[in-house]
């Protein structure tokens, strides 16, 4: 039995923003000597989020948009109001960031077959930011033989 967990570090511009980390996925598990298993992708952050999905450009633009519409930055969040009225931290408001989180997740399990992500055709691993651009860490656990 083989196991490596690996923080990798991802840096993002902006939010909503869908940023492929398929690759750095699939290096670890290569690291890791991994044929056969299943990897965990975990974000570590409550307003970030790790989904599959396609890497269509227009496809991403059009779910960064939908995130927006179904949980608008501008709508009025007890979290703007009151969490960061008492903390000191220099953090914005991010209530709509922290509501979007908990509708996409914050994981993904891959199956490894052969040392290679087991995807679909169109299938990507994405770290997808939820608030603004800003240096996040993604927990990669990989379990197997």
Not at 59 to 79: F, I, K, S
Not at 96 to 115: D, F, K, M, T
Request: hydrophobic share 40%; net charge negative.
């Amino acid at each position: 039995m083989k196991f490596l967990s690996r923080t990798l570090e991802v840096k993002t511009e902006r939010g909503p923003q869908f940023v492929d980390i398929t690759d750095s996925v699939e290096e670890a598990a290569r690291e890791c000597g991994l044929l056969n298993g299943f990897a965990v992708v975990f974000s570590k952050h409550t307003t970030a989020a790790i989904r599959i999905n396609e890497a269509e450009p227009h496809l991403l633009r059009d779910m960064e948009q939908m995130l927006g519409e179904v949980v608008p930055a501008g709508n009025d969040y007890a979290h703007n109001k009151y969490a960061h009225a008492y903390s000191d931290n220099g953090e914005r408001p991010n209530g709509h960031s922290h509501c979007q989180q908990l509708l996409l997740g914050a994981s993904e399990s891959v199956p490894i077959v052969n040392g290679r992500l087991a995807f679909g055709p169109w299938q990507r691993l994405f770290l997808v930011e939820l608030d603004h651009g800003r240096d996040r860490e993604v927990v990669v656990h990989l379990v197997g033989e």
